[in-house]
């Protein structure tokens, strides 16, 4: 087992907003190949540049050649670069790229602003700023085009919240706001220009605007991509040309409920669809039980844990879904207990099954966790009439009471809501 690299230390996407304070150091936020180097495999670090699909022969950049039987494509993905804002590529841009040697690079330009413009409020956007303005010396202002953050995870209700979380923390928030211009002196940022006709000084921008599956070698060895310029892949990642098999960000995901092509790139996604695919590489061996992506989303901001997964009020108006919904507040221990905090559920269901469609969940860290039982009722096609009878473990240190199950209540609530109808 092969497997080619760009470089030779990687870096645990997930955590690379924490790198700029939490963690304080790029080092500790690596992960390397050991684990796959233990099982037996290979690695080689170079770029591959070449692929024959017919004859399985790689290429690297080196100009080494590999012949192989089997060949996945995992290259993720890769930022958007907004060569429409005129300024883009001036010194102190700078992106949250997946890479090891760049984000280093980073970290320690910023070590020298003082004043810095972050450029999306999504959850990459939100969390590297959050992180940023924990530092002392350092002015942040976050950047968002929508009327809140987080748009394109969370319902309605729940941006507004994140967005007033964002607003208690030392972060300029400046929502329905463009970045227009970016203005440099010698070449390097000194201002960017907003839509509201604000000049905002800075030393610094991050740009987090979004990722688009990186295919550029999949395209040019001949695989088809989608309209979204993700591979296309079939329920067991396997691309129309045999053996040939794509997984991960750069691989295309099909809407959960909708059928219809989708865009989800989560780490989540990805190592579900790897397992499906390691088990599965050398013939159908384990059902897969999803036919579409649902996207699960978490995050913390100034301490507010946050989480989403399929259906809400926002997705639900884009694809035409009807729901009812109702959310449920208490708090996520006993009471009794001093470091309790509020917990909310907020569920979506179908008016007429009552079957659930999606869920959010805020509050304490256990929220990261209960969006990941709801995400498994929404696979399983789990009913808020099965949900009363859902059988729960409670400790008043641990969970709420069981008289007052958050997530059971709002589907008590839901019950209430169809039999009204
Ligand atoms: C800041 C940040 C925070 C995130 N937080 C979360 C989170 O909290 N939860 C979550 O679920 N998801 C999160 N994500 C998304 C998650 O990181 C991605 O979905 C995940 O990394 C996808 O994994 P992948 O293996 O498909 O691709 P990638 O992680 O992009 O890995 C692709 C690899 O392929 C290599 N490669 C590409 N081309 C070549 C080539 N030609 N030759 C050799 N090597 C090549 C790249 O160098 C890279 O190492 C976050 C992403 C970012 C950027």
Known sequence: MLMFKEEEKGLVPCGIPYIFHKLGDVDKNVMGPKPFIDLGGEVITEKVVDINLDNKIVKTEKGQEFTCEKLVFATGSQVVVPTFISGYDLKNVFYIKKSYNYIKQVFNELQF??????????????EVAE??????????????????????????DLCKIATEELHKTAIDVKTSTKVEKIIGIDGKVSSVKLSTGEELPCDAVIMAIGYKPNTELAQKSGLTVNKMGAII???????????????????????????RIDNVMLASTATA????????????????NFNGTLAVFSTEINGLSMASAGVNDTNAAEANIEYVSATFTDVDTHPTFEDTHPLSVKLFASPLDGSILGGEVWGGKSAGEIINTISMAIQKGVTVYEMVSFQIGSHPLLTAAPTKTVLIKAAEMIIGQIAKK
């Open 113 to 126: 602003a003082k004043n810095i413009t972050v450029v999306g409020g999504g959850f990459i956007g939100a």
């Open 131 to 156: 992180q940023l303005a924990l530092e002392p010396d350092k002015k942040v202002t976050l950047v968002e085009s929508e009327p809140c953050c987080f748009s394109k995870a969370f319902s309605k």
């Open 233 to 259: 892949v079939d329920n067991y990642e396997r691309t129309n040309i045999k053996d040939v098999c794509a997984v991960g960000d750069c691989s295309q995901t099909i809407g959960f409920l909708t059928g």
């Open 273 to 288: 669809e790897a397992r499906v695919l390691g088990h599965n590489l050398f013939g159908i061996r384990i059902k897969k």
